[in-house]
């Protein structure tokens, strides 16, 4: 056996037997069983031994150092790290779009200036109105920064889907990103989890000083690392504000204690007050820049939306057959025109070129009329040509009908309201079972708002979810529309979703829903236990399980019988509190430990005393309103 096979076979055994001691710590509630795989610890230390012997060296165990010198070692524990895919080419992110060429010209050179210099404040912090492109620029940040080997790591928030809004999952997935980069960082990294295993779902300040700053301070004493730059888009997307303002001071004093680490952080975010609250005064004057996105001048992001107009209406152009003769489509009136309308908002512009090209309507040219004709007034805000644009797609959307109590007008809100209310995007059959109502009665609405929405190419399909196109649109439908056919309530259709849920629970749940033989095995030695979950819990009863609680809740906020512009009191008052009450009794009476069992078979567990805890608060509020 050569040298390379025999540390091959060596450290194969010492992996099993890190494994196994893993096991053993997770296992020591039952003494037998602690027994039993101590006993295997002692028999591959026998082993290791003896190979040591038979090979003529010298066997001695272990150090926990030694070990995690050895890349499986290393990789077993960073693979205990509740991490998410937020990397800025991750797969929800295919089709994110980056800037065109000759655009963004000065902004990225004065970027990409101060990823050079060493000497530069460590935070960049680009903000501004949504809309303004601030992902669009992260985008391209991330792309250029990785294909030049600098990228260390990245982490694009999305409101979307609840484990990429969550801030206490950013550091385990950076410093997981991290490790992947530097391989001095990742042992470290390494040693860091081996001494404290939870650090990746301790607090955010013991996550920043055993997955960051430890493990960093060991790489910078034992090399130079280079250059570390990090990624962060959309902050103001991550849920939970005061975690939000707890991680950025966290972050900014952490940063502050590496005067010897080229470290730096490119965050972009709305310039939201508890954003701002993250940066103290010794951050802002120390390591901070900050700049304001929405105060380029003008004539600056003119010329850029102008070039991007042009570069998508010859797409549409192209792809619709359209001839370059004898008049020229679109023409530089029409393309001025659009250019002006867009403002400073690059989300007007791509809203607009989606209206146009809607394959729907197949009829560019005369979408492009009816958008330049759309000279409705709104509200003077910052936000006035998008909320123009926005009422003019939603307008065209339902047609004729002008009357907010009309069942187009009505059919429109429940289903908006609720993709813009579930707390993770759903494929639309997973709607459909939620709101229980047929494909065609949903896809009446989703169809005619592509230019607002994403949809899946087959309606029928299982996981592709539907989303919206940008988060302004549903800021606009919950806080800015004043048309009372579109105005949407997230706290009714929140009760809604609660009610649905419960009803759903209600119905589906039953005492051993997967039929397991064995009622005490444990989960892992269930024989095809995702199998028999995918047949007895289906996707609609998965998101009752986790997220009910969650809308019970929401509906706390704001007023809920006031109702927005559109939804009308009736609908407001349709009987929730009593229907709710109604389920939320027959659940803990008759199903609470049955989804305790389904919760611990998803391995979803730690959802259930924040669900508990929200059902009590929530039904202190409504019991004395009933009382």
């Not at 997935?173 to 081996?194: G, V, W, Y």
């Not at 400073?344 to 009816?370: C, H, N, Y």
């Not at 997220?547 to 706390?556: D, G, N, P």
Request: with cysteine; charged share 25%; net charge negative.
């Amino acid at each position: 056996m050569g040298p390379e096979s025999m540390t091959d076979v060596f450290w194969e055994l010492e992996t099993i037997r890190l494994d196994v001691e893993n096991t053993l710590e997770v296992t020591r509630q039952s003494e037998a069983r602690s027994i039993f795989i101590q006993q295997i610890v002692s028999g591959t230390d026998r082993l290791l031994s003896e190979f040591s012997i038979n090979q003529g060296t010298n066997y001695l165990p272990i150090t926990a150092d030694d070990r995690l010198k050895y890349i499986p070692a290393q990789q077993g524990l960073l693979n205990r790290l509740p991490r998410v895919d937020a990397r800025y080419n991750c797969g929800f992110r295919t089709l994110a779009p980056s800037c065109l060429p000759n655009t963004r010209v000065a902004l990225l050179v004065d970027i990409f200036t101060w990823t050079d210099d060493p000497k530069a404040k460590k935070i960049y912090w680009l903000h501004g109105l949504a809309g303004t492109g601030k992902s669009t620029i992260a985008q391209t940040v991330a792309e250029r920064l990785d294909k030049a080997h600098r990228l260390g790591a990245s982490f694009f928030f999305s409101r979307d889907a609840a484990d990429r809004r969550d801030p206490l999952r950013v550091l385990p997935t950076i410093a997981h990103q991290l490790a992947e980069f530097d391989p001095e960082f990742k042992r470290n990294l390494a040693i860091s989890l081996d001494s404290y295993k939870d650090a990746g779902t301790a607090s955010l300040g013991i996550q920043v000083e055993k997955l960051l700053h430890g493990p960093l301070q060991a790489t910078a004493a034992s090399s130079s690392p280079a250059s570390i730059l990090i990624v962060i888009d959309a902050l103001d997307e991550c849920e939970g504000q005061d975690l939000v303002t707890s991680l950025l001071r966290l972050m900014s004093e952490f940063i502050l204690g590496l005067p010897n680490i080229d470290f730096k952080l490119f965050i972009t975010s709305r310039p939201e007050p508890h954003i701002q609250a993250g940066f103290t005064d010794a951050t802002r004057n120390r390591i901070l820049r900050p700049f304001v996105l929405h105060n380029i001048e003008e004539s600056i992001v003119e010329a850029d939306i102008e070039v991007f107009l042009r570069h998508k209406l010859a797409q549409v152009a192209g792809d619709h057959s359209i001839s370059p003769s004898p008049d020229p489509w679109p023409s530089s009136d029409e393309i001025m025109a659009l250019t002006k309308r867009a403002g400073a908002l690059f989300i007007v512009a791509s809203t607009s070129i989606m209206f146009i090209s809607d394959p729907d309507i197949g009829a560019p040219k005369e979408q492009l009329r009816a958008l330049l004709s759309n000279t409705q007034e709104t509200e003077n805000s910052p936000y006035e040509e998008l909320d123009k644009l926005y009422l003019h797609v939603l307008d065209a959307s339902v047609g004729r009908f002008k009357n907010a109590d009309h069942m187009v007008c009505r059919r429109f809100r429940e289903v908006v309201g609720t993709i813009i209310t579930v707390l993770d995007p759903l494929p639309l059959v997973t709607l459909q079972s939620l709101l229980r109502r047929e494909m065609e009665y949903i896809g009446a609405v989703v169809r005619r708002l592509r230019s607002v929405l994403i949809l899946p190419p087959e309606f029928t399909s299982e996981t592709e979810p539907v989303r919206v196109c940008h988060h302004s649109f549903p800021n606009y439908l919950t806080e800015r529309c004043l048309d009372p056919r579109f105005a949407i309530d997230p706290s009714l259709h929140h009760g809604r979703l609660a009610l649905a849920c419960l009803d759903i629970l209600n119905s589906f749940l039953k005492r051993d829903i997967c039929q397991i033989p064995n009622p005490f095995a444990k989960n892992s030695d269930v024989p095809d236990l995702g199998g028999r979950l995918a047949k007895a819990v289906l996707p609609h009863h998965k998101y009752a399980c986790r997220y009910w609680a969650q809308h019970l809740q929401a509906t706390l906020s704001k007023s809920e019988a006031k109702g927005k512009p559109g939804e009308s009191n009736q609908e407001a008052n349709d009987g929730f509190q009593t229907n709710l009450l109604e389920a939320v009794d027959k659940f803990a009476k008759e199903k609470l430990l049955q989804w305790l069992e389904v919760l611990s078979l998803l391995g979803w567990l730690d959802v259930a005393i924040p669900a508990l805890k929200a059902t009590e608060s929530w039904l202190k509020v409504h019991k004395a309103s009933l009382s």
